[in-house]
């Protein structure tokens, strides 16, 4: 399934103001088990830093990620980049409505293709690998441009059924995809070949988050794929899959998990 025009619908009806783009944020923020989990992270990296903190959104998205890190300290500089010139306009014109262009700065680019050197303190990446083919030359790139003592944060599905793929015979269910996702000692040995000098991976997604996520997204997303009629009948399915859902996503980031379908990745250089 194309995840992609399901995004852009999303995208222009929240885009008409600033109070819908963040009602938007606050609802993915709450919805996504992915967003749960790298909330957890920022919080346990933002302890102990007072100074300013130079931060890269590696694939900004709709921007909620920064939206949320801009919330964290006003002192924390912050550059989303992302390959779709459209998203980056929409999150520009959204930071200067709300008059934080000070602080929070979108633009095109490529992650295969960065420069950057000793320039970030952190580094976001939700959700993006999986779209990349040549991850080796971005996972070099971000060591290249994160500083001394910095920290990158990826979420992505593992292998362990993520994108919905159980076995040779499923196909993913985000097409978009170009890997299923991956092998958690795999991914390890990836960005400690690229520069990293600590690397540790866990898994999310597990049984209370797998469940969550065909009642908070895959449903509702064959849904939306199906007829735009659905989008009618999309609030009433919520009010009765949200609450069960964010039960779901607090016992997902409460416990540790053995095996899961996503894979939150903390990678330092010393």
Sequence with gaps: MQYDPIKKSLGTFFNRSPFLR???????????????????????????KTGSICVLDAGSGF????????????????????????????????????KKDHQVNFKVADLTEMHDENVYDLILCVDVMEHIENDLQVFINFSRSIKSGGVLLISTPSDQGGSDVHNDHTESFIEEHIRDGYNIDDIQEKLKSAGFDSV?????????????????????????????????????????AFPVALILNFLDVSFRHKSGTGLIVRAEIN
């Design 63 to 98: 921007g909620q990620y920064t939206w949320y890190m801009m919330k964290l300290s006003p002192k924390w500089k912050i550059t989303g980049i992302d390959v779709k010139a459209d998203q980056i306009d929409d999150c520009n014109n959204f930071i200067r409505k709300i």
């Design 22 to 48: 963040i009602l938007f944020y606050r609802l993915l923020n709450l919805l996504l088990l992915r967003a749960w989990h790298i909330r957890k992270e920022l919080k346990r990296y933002r302890k102990g």
């Design 200 to 240: 540790v991976a866990k898994y999310s997604y597990g049984t209370p988050g797998k469940i969550s996520w065909k009642l908070s997204m895959k449903y509702p997303v064959k849904m939306l794929g199906r007829s735009k009629l659905f989008y009618i009948i999309l609030p009433f399915y919520y009010i009765l």
